[in-house]
T-cell receptor, first 112, second 113 residues
Framework: GESVGLHLPTLSVQEGDNSIINCAYS??????FIWYKQESGKGPQFIIDIRSNMDKRQGQRVTVLLNKTVKHLSLQIAATQPGDSAVYFC???????????FGSGTRLSIRP | EADIYQTPRYLVIGTGKKITLECSQT?????MYWYQQDPGMELHLIHYSYGVNSTEKGDLSSESTVSRIRTEHFPLTLESARPSHTSQYLC????????????FGPGTRLTVT
């Protein structure tokens, strides 16, 4: 069956350092891989996506890397700020589907 | 800020009661979704809709039902609430061709006693 999973359930990072959140996926038929951020008491918020035919995409302070060989996805956050504290979910979408499957989430906490 | 709304935000209700969780979006999105999420856990899709009069069951079995009579409105109903229904329910929507980019409401935290 398909699954999207995360390597670490929690990550603690010093403010100003870079954060790297990892995710493993199992379905090679997915055409989009997505990262969402969920702050306490709120619904998830879309951060960035990457198509399966790409291996890197950059946004504002974030970079997503896709390694299809080992079915691995990562989210890099540059110069981590207190506002980055949240749970981060990776997700994947199959090419023919209008729905996405979420992984189990990594909690990112920032040390002052 | 996404224009998607959920009411109520919190609900405590007794076993056996019928409840409807409301979800509305003002973005004209064609697709809408309902997810169930326990604290700190992943989201599980319970229902989705491609458009008006189109609804599908999601990946997680649910005793709830949904309707989509208007584009902007996607209510979820539990005919008889049970303690096992205690969870957070999140509604989302997406624009045509962009189902990977979903906009979420703030959620309804349901407690069934």
């Amino acid at each position: 069956g398909e699954s999207v999973g995360l390597h670490l359930p929690t990550l603690s990072v010093q403010e100003g350092d870079n954060s790297i959140i990892n995710c493993a996926y199992s379905n090679s038929a997915s055409d989009y891989f997505i990262w969402y951020k969920q702050e306490s008491g709120k619904g998830p918020q879309f951060i960035i996506d990457i198509r399966s035919n790409m291996d890197k995409r950059q946004g504002q302070r974030v970079t997503v890397l896709l390694n299809k060989t080992v079915k691995h996805l990562s989210l890099q956050i540059a110069a981590t700020q207190p506002g980055d504290s949240a749970v981060y979910f990776c997700a994947e979408k199959y090419s023919s589907a209008s729905k996405i499957i979420f992984g189990s989430g990594t909690r990112l906490s920032i040390r002052p | 800020e996404a224009d998607i709304y959920q009411t109520p935000r919190y609900l405590v209700i007794g076993t056996g009661k019928k409840i409807t969780l409301e979800c509305s979006q003002t973005m004209g999105h064609d697709k809408m979704y309902w997810y169930q999420q326990d604290p700190g856990m992943e989201l599980h899709l319970i229902h989705y809709s491609y458009g008006v009069n189109s609804t599908e069951k999601g990946d997680l079995s649910s005793e709830s039902t949904v309707s989509r009579i208007r584009t902007e409105h996607f209510p979820l109903t539990l005919e008889s609430a049970r303690p096992s229904h205690t969870s957070q329910y999140l509604c989302a929507s997406s624009a045509p061709g962009r189902s990977y980019e979903q906009y979420f409401g703030p959620g309804t935290r349901l407690t069934v006693t």
